[in-house]
Each structure stands twice: as C-alpha cells, then as structure tokens.
T-cell receptor, first 114, second 112 residues
Framework: AQSVSQHNHHVILSEAASLELGCNYSYGGTVNLFWYVQYPGQHLQLLLKYFSGDPLVKGIKGFEAEFIKSKFSFNLRKPSVQWSDTAEYFCAVNLNTGFQKLVFGTGTRLLVSP | NAGVTQTPKFRVLKTGQSMTLLCAQDMNHEYMYWYRQDPGMGLRLIHYSVGEGTTAKGEVPDGYNVSRLKKQNFLLGLESAAPSQTSVYFC???????????FGDGTRLSIL
C-alpha cells in the first residue's frame, strides 16, 4: 500500500537556522507531491506542490522542496527559519492515475525559538 | 471568500449519542473529503465524495456515515459515538482529485 514517511517527528531550531524536513514515499509510479503546513489552532494550508517538470519547486514564505525520483523523496527546505514558522508540517502524496486518495505523512512538529 | 466552512467548531458528546458534522464549500468543487487528525498519526481519510450524490469509503470509515445531497455540502454522521472517535475532524474540497485540497478550520470532538 502507498505510504508516506516523515522521519523527523519533532524539530527544534533557533531563528535563522536552516531547515530540512524529510519525506519519503513508497510508490514507484507517477505521483503528485504536496507539503502542507498547519499553524497552531489553524487548518492545513498548502505550502507547495509538485506535479511534473522542474524537480525543485518553490512555495510560499521562502520554502522549497526537491523531488528526487530515485530516492522516492520530497524534502522540504528553508534557508533561514523564523519564529513564525513554528507549525506542524505534513507531506502528502497521491498517485497521478485515476482517483487515488491523498496519503499524508504523520507530520513534523517544528518549534523555532526566537 | 468563505472557502470551506465546518460547523460546529467544538462538541462534547456522551458515548452512544449521535451527531452530524456539516461541511460547506463555496468554490464549486467536485471532490469533498472528511479526515480525522490524531496525534502522531497525521490525517486519515474517513470518507470522500467525487460529486453530488456520490460517496465512498476512505481509510477509516467504520462508525461513520456521510451524505452529499447537494454539491456544496458534505455531512459526516456518527450514529453511536464512541470514545475512540475523539479527534479533530477536517473537511476538505478540491476541484479535481490531483489538485490541492482546501481545508476547513476543523471540528474538535470529544466523546466521554
């Protein structure tokens, strides 16, 4: 079955530190990839998405992610985090054929200390 | 723009009670989804709908029923609530299945 793994469950960083959150998926076919962010007490919001083309995608708020097909990975990065980036981050994947449900990772809780 | 609206935002039920969660979207999306979010488990799909009058089971459908009588509304029902259904419930919608989903603000449900 299709699965998504986020190995970092909790990450604590100081402001201005660089961020990389890992995401790996189990399916080898063509996939659509997403990163969502959930700020405290809020609903999920889309950070960025990858459907096809340039494997390095840029999203909102200075985030980017790189799709590496050979590694089945879609890691999220930000060069310099801010206190306002404190949130939970979810990677999600669905297959690019027919109706395939969106499968979410278990999330990574990021705490940025000022 | 309202987007996806969920009601109620909070609810406490006793075991065995029933209730319905309402989701409404004003984006004319075809696809609608109900998820539950539990600590350490991410979001899990309960039921989904690919259009008005259609529903289908997701990953964790047991104990829930849904209806999509109107395109803009997607109702989630609990016929006999159980403590295991204590969770935060999110509704989402999308124009097409591969497009990003838009989420509501969630309903925090506690079953005593």
């Amino acid at each position: 079955a299709q699965s998504v793994s986020q190995h970092n469950h909790h990450v604590i960083l100081s402001e201005a530190a660089s961020l990389e959150l890992g995401c790996n998926y189990s399916y080898g076919g063509t996939v659509n990839l997403f990163w969502y962010v959930q700020y405290p007490g809020q609903h999920l919001q889309l950070l960025l998405k990858y459907f096809s083309g340039d494997p390095l995608v840029k999203g909102i708020k200075g985030f980017e992610a790189e799709f590496i097909k050979s590694k089945f990975s879609f890691n999220l990065r930000k060069p310099s985090v801010q206190w306002s980036d404190t949130a939970e981050y979810f990677c999600a994947v669905n297959l690019n054929t027919g109706f395939q449900k969106l499968v979410f990772g278990t999330g990574t809780r990021l705490l940025v200390s000022p | 723009n309202a987007g996806v609206t969920q009601t109620p935002k909070f609810r406490v039920l006793k075991t065995g009670q029933s209730m319905t969660l309402l989701c409404a979207q004003d984006m004319n999306h075809e696809y609608m989804y109900w998820y539950r979010q539990d600590p350490g488990m991410g979001l899990r799909l309960i039921h989904y709908s690919v259009g008005e009058g259609t529903t289908a089971k997701g990953e964790v459908p047991d104990g829930y029923n849904v209806s999509r009588l109107k395109k803009q509304n997607f109702l989630l029902g609990l016929e006999s609530a159980a403590p295991s259904q204590t969770s935060v419930y999110f509704c989402a919608s999308s124009h097409r299945v591969e497009q990003p989903q838009h989420f509501g603000d969630g309903t925090r449900l506690s079953i005593l």
